[in-house]
């Protein structure tokens, strides 16, 4: 079995109530698993990083958005390691001149920045792939990482959350577990972790972007690959999953008023979410816990702290309102 590089540090359960919910509320606190390499894209990137130091790459390739915190999260382990590190990432219109939040950080670390349209995005795994024979023509060795750190490798990360957190969802008899679904890989390895250690609890995906049939297919691909590289004894497909849409608002990235307002709510409690991510899913969560009259339930951060800082008008709007 492929060890990860650990970087991480295992992360604190802790409680904040109801929130005017129906369901004492925990959270596991996966923001605080470090600084610069942080969140649910460090858990996942341990994993394959640790596949690019094995296989002898001298060059990490990945995708996200203008203010991808996996991005970000790449060029800290590229700098770590000693790997060159190429992002593509997604932008509309014209790059700003002055650089904030998560690009700020990758363009500090010198990462390579390829800036790519919204239709070439959608075709990002052929563009990286491209891209790294470009690079093999030039002697390099490239290791392409795919959205999100989103594939059999990567959800061995949160395997392993589950794992930090099977004995404390038995014992405080946790009816559902919440988690951002925005690539799939983070859902898909606390599927894969609750299959394989017969954990009984909901686990409820909130879509950030995209559809549940797209969904659906991308989790239950990763899934199989893993158990077939890894040979699980378990079996996975969609019937496993619940995932749950209606907060994605706008689009991916862009946040709306009624997460704002969750987001400045759930601030009082010492707790700071993302607009992208951690927003709406707490956002969607307190909906479905109300629907579904959870009494426990436990709430998964998976970090995004430093996008806080793109949203600086939206966020001050809401302060002073």
């Known amino acids: 079995m492929l060890k990860p590089m650990k970087l991480t540090i295992p992360t604190l359960i802790g409680e904040i109530g109801k929130l005017g919910s129906t369901a004492n509320i925990f959270i596991k606190r996966d923001d605080l698993n470090g600084l610069l390499i942080s969140g649910n894209k460090a858990r996942k990137l341990e994993y394959l990083v640790a596949d690019a130091k094995r296989k002898r790459c001298d060059t990490l390739i990945t995708c996200g958005g203008v203010q991808s915190n996996h991005c970000r999260i790449t060029a800290v382990f590229a700098k770590q390691y000693g790997f060159d590190c190429h992002l593509m990432l997604r932008i509309y219109g014209k790059p700003k001149k002055i650089y904030t939040a998560n690009l700020l950080i990758s363009k500090l670390l010198n990462a390579t920045i390829h ?39 990567g959800i061995l990360g949160y395997r392993d959350c589950m794992m930090e957190m099977a004995g404390f969802i038995k014992r405080k008899k946790i009816e559902a577990v919440y988690c951002a679904v925005g690539s799939g890989g983070t859902y898909a390895g606390l599927l894969l972790g609750k299959k394989l250690l017969n954990v009984h609890t909901d686990l409820n995906g909130i879509l950030v972007s995209n559809s549940v049939q797209y969904f659906q297919e991308i989790i239950n691909t990763i899934c199989n690959k893993a158990i077939k590289k890894f040979r699980f004894p378990i079996s996975i497909d969609t019937s496993c999953m619940n995932l749950i849409d209606g907060f994605i608002g706008p689009g991916y990235g862009i946040p709306y008023p009624a997460e704002l307002k969750t987001i400045k709510r759930v601030a009082q409690s010492g707790i700071i979410l993302d607009p992208v991510y951690t927003g709406k899913t707490f956002h969607g969560m307190l909906d479905d816990v109300k629907k579904k009259k959870y009494k426990k339930v436990l709430f998964i951060h998976t970090g995004g702290i430093f996008s806080i800082f793109a949203y600086a008008k939206e966020l001050t709007n809401t302060i002073n309102t």
């Open 115 to 153: 800036y790519i349209t919204p239709s070439q995005y959608d075709n990002r795994n052929e563009v990286m792939k491209q891209h790294a024979k470009k690079l093999q023509k030039k002697g390099r060795k490239p290791y392409v990482i795919p959205e999100g750190g989103s594939n059999e490798i």
